[in-house]
């Protein structure tokens, strides 16, 4: 497919949405290594062959331009984020999401590069300086890297912690992907390598308040929307979890933000950068 995009005589336009650095997968999955060298590789053999690159992020559009594609733009990925404030309720889910605990939410893979491992070790120190009613729930795929997903569950256990506090589901359907949105007090990133983080604007669809690490490309989607942390220290970023699930008037502040940043990504906003972009490039 890289040979047939370049061998095209004009017209030839590449979105780039990242591809995770290979070393994230150097020691769970040397296939996946493989491919992501030989993917950056394609990538750089097109810098001369596109007409434009577009990245969807500002982070992505750097990488473009670093190795060497001449005219480079940002066009962000749209977002129907419908499927979560528009869902149906899920009874029996919802009634266990409100059953006392307090429910924190990551949604995506369980891969290296998003740093599952770190959000364990946050809550550690949840546990030992903020709350013990607490609830790390993690949606999406973990069969993806065995290797991986084996070292989660554990330091889980050598950590000590109940099982049912640390829940994995697995993929969901779009109704109860949003109850588990609807149901938590905070939804974590620890991820160290993003090239645009769509459940971040699910989430601020979902008026959840945001705490992140900021790497990569989050602080582009974010902007200055929910709070964003860095280095990872993980007593400050306890207690700014707390801080963000308890103090009703933060909660707020921070939710209006993502409100108003939400709006950068939704319908007119995303045809009108379109149009333009491709107005510049003409």
Not at 40 to 50: C, P, V, Y
Not at 128 to 133: G, P, S
Not at 159 to 185: C, H, I, K, M, N
Not at 254 to 266: K, S
Request: aromatic content about 12%; charged content about 25%; hydrophobic content about 45%.
């Amino acid at each position: 497919m890289t040979e047939a995009f370049a061998a095209l005589s004009r017209g030839r336009v590449l979105q780039y949405h990242n591809v995770t650095p290979a070393h994230f997968w150097a020691d769970y999955h040397p296939d996946i290594f493989r491919l992501a060298v030989i993917a950056r590789l394609e990538l750089a053999s097109l810098a001369s062959r596109t007409d434009l690159a577009f990245g969807d992020s500002d982070y992505n559009r750097q990488e473009l331009e670093a190795l060497g594609f001449a005219r480079t733009g940002v066009f962000p990925i749209a977002v129907n984020v419908d499927r979560i404030v528009r869902a149906r309720p899920v009874p029996t889910l919802d009634r266990w999401l409100n059953d006392g605990l307090t429910n924190f939410l990551f949604v995506g893979r369980m891969v290296p590069n998003k740093r599952i491992e770190d959000i364990i070790r946050l809550a550690e120190h949840y546990k030992r300086y903020v709350d013990a009613y607490y609830r790390f729930i993690f949606v999406g795929r973990y069969d993806g890297v065995p290797r991986y997903y084996n070292m989660l569950r554990a330091l889980i256990a050598e950590l000590g912690w109940q099982q049912d506090r640390f829940v994995f589901t697995g993929p969901v359907p779009d109704d109860e992907l949003a109850s588990y949105y609807r149901g938590s007090s905070v939804y974590i990133s620890m991820s160290e390598h993003e090239g645009f983080c769509v459940p971040l604007l699910e989430a601020m669809a979902a008026d959840l308040p945001i705490l992140a690490y900021a790497s990569t490309a989050v602080p582009d989607t974010l902007a200055g929307a929910g709070v964003q942390f860095a280095p990872k220290n993980f007593e400050a970023a306890a207690e700014m979890l707390g801080l963000l699930a308890f103090d009703d008037d933060l909660r707020a502040r921070v939710i209006q933000g993502q409100r108003d940043r939400l709006t950068c990504f939704l319908g007119d906003r995303i045809e009108t950068a379109c149009r333009d972009l491709v107005e510049q490039f003409q």
